[in-house]
């Protein structure tokens, strides 16, 4: 069965920090992974990732794919108090069914 | 361009009732998908609608059924309803299926279910 695992499962940091992410998978027939952001109800999208090594980048996240060790990270530098969410990874392989992680609460203190 | 409807927002049923929850995708969405959201399990996958048709189905009983129609507009039902079906249902949709990887959700509707 696909299982994704997202450490650690909370956070509390202080703005400027810079904060890492972690998301590890078991997948059959990987297609992609994703990142979400979750503020309040609706996940927003961040990115998706096919390929192992290229980072993708937006402002101050990015995010990185390493499938032979079966893992992604996403990295979010300088840190504000609107970087405070629950971060979604989710990962689809051949049964095109997106599998979530349970997320990572993070808490950016002013 | 208006983002993904979910109606209603908030809804409280007692054991036994049944349930319809409602979602308008993006307008030109043709995928729609659902998902259960709990504190202890996280976000599960339901199902997922393309042109009318379910493309894929997570591992839930039965109870939980949907369909989609021809507007692309979708319809979750929850039938005999047990507690621990108290959850955030949230919907996506997508222009071409969830394989494209980019989901829009709605905001969800909370159920509770006493």
């Known amino acids: 069965e696909d299982k994704v695992v997202q450490s650690p499962l909370s956070l509390v940091v202080h703005e400027g920090d810079t904060v890492t992410l972690n998301c590890s998978y078991e997948?059959?027939?990987?297609?992609?992974l994703l990142w979400y952001k979750q503020e309040k109800k609706a996940p927003t999208f961040l990115f998706m990732l096919?390929?192992?090594?290229i980072e993708k980048k937006s402002g101050r996240l990015s995010s990185i794919l390493d499938k032979k060790e079966l893992f992604s990270i996403l990295n979010i530098t300088a840190t504000q108090t609107g970087d405070s969410a629950i971060y979604l990874c989710?990962?689809?392989?051949?049964?095109?069914?997106?599998?979530f992680g349970k997320g990572t609460k993070l808490t950016v203190n002013p | 361009k208006a983002g993904v409807t979910q109606t209603p927002r908030y809804l409280i049923k007692t054991r036994g009732q049944q349930v319809t929850l409602s979602c308008s995708p993006i307008?030109?969405?043709?995928?729609v998908s659902w998902y259960q959201q709990t504190p202890g399990q996280g976000l599960q996958f339901l199902f997922e609608?393309?042109?009318?048709?379910?493309?894929n189905k997570g591992n839930f009983p039965g109870r939980f059924s949907g369909r989609q129609f021809s507007n692309s507009r979708s319809e979750m039902n929850v039938s005999t309803l047990e507690l621990g079906d108290s959850a955030l249902y949230l919907c996506?949709?997508?222009?071409?299926?969830?394989?494209?990887?980019?989901?829009?959700f709605g905001e969800g509707s909370r159920l509770t279910v006493l």
């Open positions: 996506a949709s997508s222009q071409r299926t969830s394989l494209t990887g980019e989901l829009f």
């Open positions: 997948v059959t027939n990987f297609r992609s």
């Open positions: 096919t390929s192992s090594g």
């Open positions: 989710a990962v689809q392989g051949g049964s095109e069914k997106l599998v």
């Open positions: 307008s030109g969405h043709r995928s």
């Open positions: 609608y393309f042109s009318e048709t379910q493309r």
